[in-house]
């Protein structure tokens, strides 16, 4: 079935670093979201990629679609604390009515001051 | 923007019992609603997907007797876990699409605050 593999799984760094998360689909994807999840908390939508090579800036985190619509990266320039949690990629099912999302694992961030 | 309203944030049950989780989109209608587990240190696990009116689609390995989903109207749509078990134990999240043209996809999946079920 269709799958979205997202790495690392866990990323360390220093505040002021900065950080790359990846995603690949299986398949052409009709769009991908990215989501933030604080320990503890829920996911909360980032933004939403549905260009082919579509480029967004968000301050200090930038979102990337690959030109085959099936890869997407976030980077995050100049980390700090308050990144800090789970960043979720999540490609845009097509299939049948429902429209699901297929999400990738997460990358874990955490952020040493 | 969106807000999508899940409670119990928290619960505690005796194995056995049943457990109802409710979400409720407070600011627009949620013709679509997805119910998803998730394990500590994992990613989200969809269980079934619901719509309006209409019988939820439960996805492999999810059963549907022991997970019985209600979307009686465009804002309510329940999670009962029938005959609790430890193993049942999890944080269980509703994320709500609205109908196209309202923001549903523009602003994503609005996600509620989730439940933490614990069964003893």
């Known amino acids: 079935g269709q799958q979205v593999m997202q790495i690392p799984q866990y990323q360390h760094v220093q505040e002021g670093e900065d950080f790359t998360t990846y995603c690949n689909s299986s398949?052409?994807?009709?769009?991908i979201q990215w989501y933030k999840q604080r320990p503890g908390g829920h996911p909360v939508f980032l933004i939403q990629l549905v260009k082919s090579g579509e480029v967004k800036k968000q301050k200090r985190l930038t979102f990337q679609f690959g030109e085959a619509k099936k890869n997407s990266s976030l980077h995050i320039t100049a980390t700090q604390t308050t990144d800090v949690g789970t960043y979720f990629c999540a490609g845009l099912d097509n299939a049948g009515n429902n429209r699901k999302l297929i999400w990738g694992l997460g990358t874990s961030l955490a952020v040493n001051p | 923007g969106a807000v999508v309203s899940q409670h119990p944030s928290w619960v505690i049950c005796k194995s056995g019992t049943s457990v109802k989780i409710e979400c409720r989109s407070l600011?627009?209608?949620?013709?679509?609603m997805f119910w998803y587990r998730q394990f500590p240190k994992q990613s989200l696990m969809l269980m079934a997907t619901s719509n309006e009116g209409s019988k939820a689609t439960y996805e492999q390995g999810v059963e549907k007797d022991k997970f019985l989903i209600n979307h009686a109207s465009l804002t309510l749509s329940t999670l009962t876990v029938t005959s609790a078990h430890p193993e049942d134990s999890s944080f269980y999240i509703c994320?709500?699409?609205?109908?196209?043209?309202?923001?549903?996809?523009?602003?994503?999946?609005?996600f509620g605050s989730g439940t933490r079920l614990t069964v003893v």
């Open positions: 994320s709500a699409r609205g109908p196209p043209g309202t923001g549903g996809i523009d602003y994503g999946y609005t």
């Open positions: 600011d627009f209608q949620a013709t679509t």
């Open positions: 398949t052409t994807l009709s769009n």
